[in-house]
């Protein structure tokens, strides 16, 4: 099936600075979801990403949708210690969804993300 | 509007036991899917439900089984548990099947 691999798997940074995290497929997604998970938590929805180029903003994170199809990017600016957490991109692994196929989403394995006070 | 709830939210059962494990979607969310997360595997997909019809199935044994009601609320049931099964069970629901997904906090499941 297809596979998102997602880079890096963990980060350390220090409060202030920017995180910059990817994910690539060797299919084509027409949907890029970005996710973040607290401890004990389940994933909540950041971004979604739904158009080849598109480039979409909530607060301090950035994300984009690859010209290929197949990756996408969640940047981070300024983080802040509640920025913690593992970040995952996901996305519906059939091209023609509309037919009614496979709508799961394929997750990545994850982004840990630390910051350091 | 509330989020997607999930009971219990914490579980320890012995291997060979079964458990059931419940999800509301959001309220008008007609659309829900379970997925499995453990460390070594990370986030699989088990199934999806829509209309009291599971639409997809990921790749698990029939061990795993799952029914939708009418009012869209969600069980999933684990038979003869092992110790793998140990994980966080995690519910998504949405309005409906090319929706974008919400998710609870999950169950987490001790299998001893």
């Known amino acids: 099936g297809q596979q998102l691999n997602q880079s890096p798997q963990s980060m350390f940074i220090q409060e202030g600075e920017d995180v910059s995290m990817n994910c690539t497929s060797s299919?084509?997604?027409?949907?890029w979801l970005w996710y973040k998970q607290d401890p004990g938590e389940g994933p909540v929805l950041l971004i979604a990403?739904?158009?080849?180029?598109e480039l979409t903003s909530n607060g301090r994170l950035t994300a984009q949708f690859g010209i290929t199809r197949k990756d996408s990017f969640l940047n981070i600016s300024a983080s802040i210690p509640s920025d913690v957490g593992i970040y995952f991109c996901?996305?519906?692994?059939?091209?023609?969804?509309?037919?009614?196929?496979?709508?799961?989403?394929?997750f990545g394995k994850g982004t840990k993300l630390t910051v350091n006070p | 509007k509330a989020g997607v709830t999930q009971t219990p939210r914490y579980l320890i059962k012995t291997r060979g036991q079964q458990v059931t494990l419940s999800c509301s979607p959001i309220?008008?969310?007609?659309?829900v899917s379970w997925y499995q997360q453990t460390p070594g595997q990370g986030l699989q997909f088990l199934f999806e439900y829509f209309s009291e019809t599971q639409r997809n199935k990921g790749n698990f044994p029939g061990r795993f089984s799952g029914r939708q009601f009418s009012n869209s609320r969600s069980e999933m049931n684990v038979s003869t548990l092992e110790l793998g099964d140990s994980a966080l069970y995690l519910c998504?629901?949405?309005?409906?099947?090319?929706?974008?997904?919400?998710f609870g906090p999950g169950t987490r499941l001790l299998v001893l």
């Open positions: 990403l739904y158009k080849a180029g």
């Open positions: 996901a996305g519906p692994p059939r091209l023609l969804s509309y037919q009614g196929g496979s709508e799961k989403l394929v």
């Open positions: 998504a629901s949405s309005l409906g099947p090319l929706e974008t997904q919400y």
């Open positions: 299919s084509i997604f027409n949907t």
């Open positions: 309220s008008g969310h007609r659309s």
